[in-house]
């Protein structure tokens, strides 16, 4: 956020800084008046809106979620391993991917924890006659 509002002051003092290199003398001339500086805003605006903003979001929920984990929780890592939560120790968790097998995964590595009605939604899936020859 504060690299943001500092591009946008940047932006805005190059912008009303006047350049004597372009002067023109005498009347006849664009004057600047302030109507370059409104396309320019909302382009950052739309910026802001539609890509900045939810991004932002996003992360929030994603630290979220990795803060929520416990034990038994089912999750998916970045790498798509499908796994159990065994036990969660600062950065560090390590997860049962089958019976005797656990590993140790980085807490920023699960992408998802698999809730009970994502479990039922998966399983009534319908899959194509061709893919099941």
Do not use: W
């Not at 003092?13 to 600047?32: E, H």
């Not at 656990?102 to 006659?129: D, F, L």
């Amino acid at each position: 956020m504060r690299k943001s509002v500092d591009l946008l002051v940047f932006l805005v003092a190059v912008l009303l800084t006047p350049s004597f290199a372009f002067a023109q003398s005498g009347s006849g001339g664009m004057s600047f008046g302030g109507f370059g500086l409104v396309p320019l805003l909302l382009i950052f605006v739309f910026f802001y809106l539609f890509m900045l903003r939810p991004q932002q979001k996003k992360a929030k929920d994603h630290q979220k979620l990795l803060n929520s984990l416990k034990k038994d929780d089912r999750v998916i890592t970045v790498g798509g391993i499908y796994a159990t939560v065994s036990s969660v120790k600062g950065n560090i968790i390590e997860v049962k991917i089958s019976d005797g097998v656990c590993i140790q995964v980085a807490r920023q590595s699960v992408a998802s924890v698999i809730t009970k009605e994502k479990e039922a939604e998966e399983a009534t899936v319908k899959i194509p006659e061709i893919v099941r020859r």
